[in-house]
T-cell receptor
Protein backbone atom coordinates (compact mmCIF):
# COMPACT_ATOMS: atom_id res chain seq x y z
CA UNK A 1 0.00 0.00 0.00
CA UNK A 2 1.29 3.48 -0.88
CA UNK A 3 1.96 5.82 2.03
CA UNK A 4 -0.24 8.54 0.56
CA UNK A 5 -2.81 7.46 -1.97
CA UNK A 6 -4.92 9.55 -4.32
CA UNK A 7 -7.20 8.87 -7.27
CA UNK A 8 -5.14 10.17 -10.21
CA UNK A 9 -8.22 11.26 -12.15
CA UNK A 10 -8.58 13.19 -14.34
CA UNK A 11 -11.72 14.75 -13.01
CA UNK A 12 -13.42 16.59 -15.86
CA UNK A 13 -16.02 19.03 -14.58
CA UNK A 14 -17.92 22.01 -16.03
CA UNK A 15 -17.38 25.50 -14.73
CA UNK A 16 -19.41 26.16 -11.61
CA UNK A 17 -19.43 22.53 -10.50
CA UNK A 18 -18.48 21.32 -7.05
CA UNK A 19 -15.76 18.68 -6.98
CA UNK A 20 -14.23 16.71 -4.13
CA UNK A 21 -10.95 14.82 -3.89
CA UNK A 22 -10.02 12.29 -1.26
CA UNK A 23 -6.66 11.09 -0.08
CA UNK A 24 -5.75 8.26 2.30
CA UNK A 25 -2.57 7.93 4.32
CA UNK A 26 -1.03 4.91 5.98
CA UNK A 27 0.65 6.23 9.13
CA UNK A 28 -1.73 6.97 11.97
CA UNK A 29 1.02 8.96 13.73
CA UNK A 30 1.12 11.62 10.99
CA UNK A 31 0.68 15.10 12.39
CA UNK A 32 0.56 17.61 9.55
CA UNK A 33 -1.48 17.56 6.38
CA UNK A 34 -1.55 19.80 3.35
CA UNK A 35 -2.93 20.24 -0.11
CA UNK A 36 -0.52 21.50 -2.74
CA UNK A 37 -1.41 22.58 -6.26
CA UNK A 38 0.78 21.95 -9.27
CA UNK A 39 0.09 23.61 -12.60
CA UNK A 40 1.28 21.97 -15.79
CA UNK A 41 5.08 22.16 -16.08
CA UNK A 42 5.33 24.24 -12.91
CA UNK A 43 6.50 23.55 -9.38
CA UNK A 44 4.05 22.59 -6.59
CA UNK A 45 2.79 25.37 -4.37
CA UNK A 46 0.99 25.20 -1.06
CA UNK A 47 -2.78 25.55 -1.47
CA UNK A 48 -3.80 25.10 2.15
CA UNK A 49 -2.98 23.32 5.36
CA UNK A 50 -5.51 20.85 6.72
CA UNK A 51 -6.53 21.26 10.35
CA UNK A 52 -8.25 18.74 12.58
CA UNK A 53 -11.35 20.88 12.84
CA UNK A 54 -11.52 21.38 9.08
CA UNK A 55 -10.83 24.69 7.43
CA UNK A 56 -12.10 26.81 4.61
CA UNK A 57 -10.41 29.32 2.34
CA UNK A 58 -12.84 30.93 -0.05
CA UNK A 59 -14.16 28.25 -2.38
CA UNK A 60 -11.86 25.60 -0.93
CA UNK A 61 -12.65 23.44 2.09
CA UNK A 62 -10.28 20.88 3.59
CA UNK A 63 -11.30 18.16 6.01
CA UNK A 64 -9.32 15.64 8.04
CA UNK A 65 -10.68 12.36 9.33
CA UNK A 66 -8.03 10.87 11.62
CA UNK A 67 -10.04 7.78 12.50
CA UNK A 68 -10.31 6.76 8.87
CA UNK A 69 -6.98 8.33 7.90
CA UNK A 70 -8.24 10.35 5.02
CA UNK A 71 -8.15 13.95 3.93
CA UNK A 72 -10.52 15.67 1.55
CA UNK A 73 -10.52 18.81 -0.54
CA UNK A 74 -13.77 20.34 -1.75
CA UNK A 75 -13.80 22.98 -4.46
CA UNK A 76 -17.04 24.89 -4.96
CA UNK A 77 -18.01 26.93 -8.01
CA UNK A 78 -15.11 25.61 -10.07
CA UNK A 79 -13.25 28.08 -12.28
CA UNK A 80 -11.26 27.38 -15.41
CA UNK A 81 -8.20 28.53 -13.47
CA UNK A 82 -8.68 25.70 -10.97
CA UNK A 83 -7.47 23.24 -13.61
CA UNK A 84 -4.32 21.73 -12.13
CA UNK A 85 -3.03 18.70 -10.26
CA UNK A 86 -3.82 18.63 -6.56
CA UNK A 87 -1.29 16.91 -4.34
CA UNK A 88 -2.13 15.48 -0.94
CA UNK A 89 0.82 15.82 1.44
CA UNK A 90 1.39 14.22 4.83
CA UNK A 91 4.28 14.49 7.27
CA UNK A 92 6.06 12.03 9.51
CA UNK A 93 6.25 9.01 7.24
CA UNK A 94 9.91 8.25 7.64
CA UNK A 95 12.57 8.09 10.35
CA UNK A 96 12.99 11.85 10.41
CA UNK A 97 9.39 12.35 11.40
CA UNK A 98 9.61 16.00 12.26
CA UNK A 99 10.05 17.59 8.88
CA UNK A 100 9.56 14.95 6.21
CA UNK A 101 6.64 15.39 3.90
CA UNK A 102 5.38 12.61 1.68
CA UNK A 103 3.50 13.56 -1.45
CA UNK A 104 0.66 11.64 -3.02
CA UNK A 105 0.70 11.07 -6.75
CA UNK A 106 -1.79 13.87 -7.32
CA UNK A 107 -5.31 14.19 -8.69
CA UNK A 108 -5.70 15.98 -11.96
CA UNK A 109 -8.63 18.39 -12.33
CA UNK A 110 -9.78 19.79 -15.64
CA UNK A 111 -12.50 22.43 -15.56
CA UNK A 112 -14.23 22.92 -18.89
CA UNK A 113 -16.24 25.94 -20.10
CA UNK B 1 12.03 38.04 -0.76
CA UNK B 2 13.88 35.68 -3.04
CA UNK B 3 12.46 32.21 -3.44
CA UNK B 4 14.21 28.93 -4.09
CA UNK B 5 16.31 29.05 -7.22
CA UNK B 6 17.69 26.21 -9.28
CA UNK B 7 20.17 26.01 -12.09
CA UNK B 8 20.34 25.18 -14.86
CA UNK B 9 16.69 25.37 -15.80
CA UNK B 10 17.24 22.87 -18.60
CA UNK B 11 20.02 20.39 -19.15
CA UNK B 12 20.46 18.10 -22.13
CA UNK B 13 23.24 15.55 -21.82
CA UNK B 14 24.43 12.39 -23.46
CA UNK B 15 24.06 9.01 -21.85
CA UNK B 16 27.07 8.22 -19.68
CA UNK B 17 27.96 11.82 -18.84
CA UNK B 18 27.88 13.26 -15.32
CA UNK B 19 25.61 16.19 -14.46
CA UNK B 20 25.47 18.55 -11.52
CA UNK B 21 22.31 20.38 -10.51
CA UNK B 22 22.29 23.31 -8.14
CA UNK B 23 19.76 24.56 -5.61
CA UNK B 24 19.80 27.82 -3.66
CA UNK B 25 17.26 27.59 -0.84
CA UNK B 26 15.45 30.46 0.82
CA UNK B 27 17.82 32.19 3.22
CA UNK B 28 17.39 30.90 6.76
CA UNK B 29 15.63 27.68 5.79
CA UNK B 30 17.29 24.82 7.59
CA UNK B 31 15.67 21.97 5.66
CA UNK B 32 16.33 21.22 2.00
CA UNK B 33 14.82 18.48 -0.13
CA UNK B 34 15.43 17.04 -3.58
CA UNK B 35 12.67 15.33 -5.55
CA UNK B 36 12.43 13.80 -8.98
CA UNK B 37 9.30 14.06 -11.11
CA UNK B 38 9.03 12.06 -14.28
CA UNK B 39 6.61 13.21 -16.96
CA UNK B 40 3.03 12.73 -15.80
CA UNK B 41 4.11 11.20 -12.50
CA UNK B 42 4.09 12.29 -8.86
CA UNK B 43 7.01 13.58 -6.82
CA UNK B 44 9.62 11.01 -5.87
CA UNK B 45 11.62 11.88 -2.76
CA UNK B 46 15.39 11.65 -3.22
CA UNK B 47 17.24 13.18 -0.27
CA UNK B 48 16.65 15.49 2.70
CA UNK B 49 19.06 17.76 4.57
CA UNK B 50 18.21 19.22 7.98
CA UNK B 51 20.76 21.59 9.49
CA UNK B 52 23.95 19.80 10.45
CA UNK B 53 22.31 16.39 10.85
CA UNK B 54 23.26 13.50 8.62
CA UNK B 55 21.16 13.67 5.45
CA UNK B 56 18.37 11.21 4.82
CA UNK B 57 19.46 9.51 1.60
CA UNK B 58 16.80 6.83 1.64
CA UNK B 59 15.23 8.00 -1.61
CA UNK B 60 18.32 7.97 -3.81
CA UNK B 61 17.61 5.39 -6.54
CA UNK B 62 21.19 4.21 -7.05
CA UNK B 63 24.80 4.93 -6.11
CA UNK B 64 25.06 7.07 -9.24
CA UNK B 65 23.10 9.73 -7.34
CA UNK B 66 24.67 11.85 -4.61
CA UNK B 67 24.04 15.23 -3.05
CA UNK B 68 25.95 17.69 -0.95
CA UNK B 69 24.92 20.69 1.06
CA UNK B 70 27.22 23.35 2.43
CA UNK B 71 25.96 24.32 5.88
CA UNK B 72 22.45 25.68 5.48
CA UNK B 73 22.95 27.06 2.01
CA UNK B 74 23.54 25.78 -1.48
CA UNK B 75 23.03 22.15 -2.41
CA UNK B 76 24.20 20.22 -5.44
CA UNK B 77 22.74 17.00 -6.76
CA UNK B 78 25.14 14.96 -8.87
CA UNK B 79 24.15 12.18 -11.21
CA UNK B 80 27.03 10.13 -12.53
CA UNK B 81 26.99 8.10 -15.74
CA UNK B 82 23.52 9.33 -16.65
CA UNK B 83 20.99 6.94 -18.13
CA UNK B 84 17.94 7.70 -20.23
CA UNK B 85 15.66 6.79 -17.32
CA UNK B 86 17.20 9.68 -15.36
CA UNK B 87 15.32 12.08 -17.65
CA UNK B 88 12.94 14.01 -15.42
CA UNK B 89 12.41 17.32 -13.67
CA UNK B 90 14.51 17.58 -10.53
CA UNK B 91 12.82 19.78 -7.95
CA UNK B 92 14.42 21.31 -4.89
CA UNK B 93 12.43 22.61 -1.92
CA UNK B 94 13.32 24.27 1.35
CA UNK B 95 11.45 24.82 4.59
CA UNK B 96 11.80 26.22 8.07
CA UNK B 97 12.03 23.73 10.85
CA UNK B 98 8.68 23.82 12.57
CA UNK B 99 5.20 22.42 12.70
CA UNK B 100 4.00 24.27 9.62
CA UNK B 101 6.61 22.60 7.47
CA UNK B 102 5.46 24.30 4.28
CA UNK B 103 7.91 23.47 1.53
CA UNK B 104 8.76 26.13 -1.00
CA UNK B 105 9.78 24.71 -4.32
CA UNK B 106 12.18 25.97 -6.91
CA UNK B 107 11.24 25.95 -10.59
CA UNK B 108 13.11 22.71 -11.18
CA UNK B 109 15.79 21.54 -13.58
CA UNK B 110 14.51 19.64 -16.59
CA UNK B 111 17.07 16.96 -17.40
CA UNK B 112 17.03 15.17 -20.72
CA UNK B 113 19.42 12.30 -21.28
CA UNK B 114 19.83 11.41 -24.93
Amino acid sequence: RKEVEQDPGPFNVPEGATVAFNCTYSNSASQSFFWYRQDCRKEPKLLMSVYSSGNEDGRFTAQLNRASQYISLLIRDSKLSDSATYLCVVNGLNNNAGNMLTFGGGTRLMVKP
Amino acid sequence: GAGVSQSPSNKVTEKGKDVELRCDPISGHTALYWYRQRLGQGLEFLIYFQGNSAPDKSGLPSDRFSAERTGESVSTLTIQRTQQEDSAVYLCASSNRGLANEQFFGPGTRLTVL
